[in-house]
Every structure is written in C-alpha cells, then in structure tokens.
C-alpha cells in the first residue's frame, strides 16, 4: 500500500530526513515513533503530499503522492477545524471538496464515530473529545483505505483516549492505518507494526509482537547458592557482561545469540544447583530510550514541527 526508499527531505541547510525507506501492507496499523523533531510528521506529510520529498521515491498503491493521494484521509494534529460550522454542515463542506457527493460515506464516519448526537451542533461548542472525533470524521467521511494520523489522542482524558483507540482498532480492520503518537502504550495498544524513527533515520521497523524476542537484553540465572567461580560463563560464546546479585546474576549477551543451552550445560557441568533460568526482555519504553538517547540527539525539526 505504502513504499517509502531513500527518502529525503531538506530545509535548506538542515536535512530533516536521510534517507528513510520501509513499506507498510494493507490491513496494519504501524505506530511511528521518534523524538521531537526525529522526522515523523515530515514523513507524514511526505506521504500524504502535503509537499514534495527532497529526493527519493514514494509510492501508494503503486502512484505517486500526488496520485495516491485520492486513497489517503490524513489527521493533522492540529486538527483545522471551523469552530463556528455546525458538525453536519462541515463534514458535507470536506466532502464538497473533494468532490463528492453525500451518502454511505457520510453516514459511516458519523457512525463509527458517534456523532449522531451532535450533528447539529457548532463545532466550537464541542468537547476537545467530540473535535477529535470530528477531525477524524473528516479524515474518513470519502472512506479511503489508508489513513494517517497525527497525535489523534492528545489533550484528550483518559476515557476519550480509550474510546479513540478503539476506533483506531476498528478501523485498522479494514484500513491501512499509520500513527504518529508520544504515547507508548498507545502504540502497544493499537499497532501491530512499530517504526521509531531519529535524527531522520530510521532506527527500527518491527511486528509489535515480536519486537520483545528481538531486543532480549539477557537471561537472569537464579541459584541455590551463588557460586564462586562465576567468571567460568564469561568464556561462553556471546556473553557480554554479568552481574551479580544475592542468589541471582544477570548475563547480558549479544544480539542474534541464544546462550541459554551453553549456561545450562555449564552449570550442570559444575554441579551448580540452578533454580530457575529465563529471558528479561525490554519493554517498548526501554526499546526507545535505547535507540533515542544521547550519542546523537539533536533532530532538526521542520517548520512548524514539534516532533
């Protein structure tokens, strides 16, 4: 659905993107992350032909953004809204637009997005909740089958947050979904894809469910008794460090190594009584942290861009 290859977007001087490419599939919903400044909106807006990448290529559906843009509802965080238009009259005015006509795709955006009950109201007379609500009305009143969403949840409260990534889920089931959001539990929640992106890069593309197994930071070992040549399981192929705790020890090791079998053959070897061995792996909070911090921070935002 969506091809992103060597994508790059310069502001004069600043570059902004360098050289991003991933490709996302009907039916996902792919989070992206990053710092602020990293380059998501920028990419976003790419995709969406809000402007032109600087080089590279971007397909959707195999067109061009100026093309492909016909199959995409896009969400802004800001959310442009006319606060004094009545809720019906201005979802008729976005599809006016785009040059259709109302009917089913009318009816399904206030649908799925429970705004029967304020159609005939003033956009400004509504809750930060029912504007997001509209806004996303809006993004999908002409049905596409990709759409991207900028910060959906911000400044909503905990209920309206819920009620939002529902309707994300709900969607994701029939669309190509991306969204951007600082939120990581949002991701977790609704995605089934996670990119983080920084400095421009991108850093990670992975299946939210398999994104655990593939940055485990190590096995911790749990004895009877801490035995006292430990540094014997520092000769195992991989291992990185070891740290010692009352009865337990941490083994970092390297990625793409399973030093699991070699641990336990070693203790056995010894004699020493293993109570229990398993995996702490990272969490997405710990996954970020990691690819975001310092040894490099310093993303060159776009104008206009606070991510």
Request: aromatic share 6%.
């Amino acid at each position: 659905m969506i091809k992103l290859r060597d994508v790059k977007k310069d502001y004069g001087s600043v570059r902004a993107l360098n050289g991003i490419s991933f490709e996302i599939s009907k039916g996902e919903i792919a989070a992206f992350l990053g710092p602020n400044g990293a380059g998501k909106t920028t990419t976003m807006r790419i995709i969406s032909n809000y402007f032109p990448a600087s080089s590279g290529e971007v397909l959707i559906k195999g067109a061009g953004p100026a093309e492909g843009r016909r199959f995409i509802g896009y969400m802004p965080e800001s959310n442009p809204l006319y606060p004094e238009m009545f809720v019906e009259d201005y979802l008729r005015y976005v599809l006016k637009l785009r040059g259709i006509k109302g009917g089913a795709g009318l009816k399904n955006a206030v649908e799925n997005c429970a705004l029967n009950g304020v159609m005939s109201k003033k956009i400004g007379e509504l809750s930060k909740g029912y504007r997001q609500r509209v806004g996303l009305a809006a993004s999908i009143v002409h049905d596409p089958e990709i759409l991207i969403l900028d910060e959906p949840t911000i400044g909503l409260d905990p209920n309206q947050i819920r009620e939002i990534r529902a309707l994300i889920k709900e969607l994701g089931s029939e669309k190509t979904v991306i969204i951007s959001t600082h939120i990581l539990t949002e991701a977790e929640a609704v995605a089934t894809r996670i990119l983080i992106v920084k400095d421009g890069v991108l850093v990670m593309d992975s299946p939210a469910d398999q994104i655990e197994s593939r940055f485990s930071s190590g096995i911790v070992v749990v004895f009877e008794h801490l035995p006292d040549n430990l540094e014997e399981l520092r000769k195992i192929k991989g291992v990185e460090n070891i740290t010692s705790g009352e009865k337990d020890i941490e083994i970092a090791y390297a990625e793409g190594r399973d030093i699991r079998g070699d641990v336990f053959s070693l203790c056995a070897a010894r004699k020493w009584k293993l109570l229990e061995m398993y995996t702490r792996k990272k969490g997405l909070e710990e996954i970020f942290k990691t690819l975001t911090s310092e040894n490099g921070v310093g993303e060159a935002s776009e104008p206009g861009e606070s991510r």
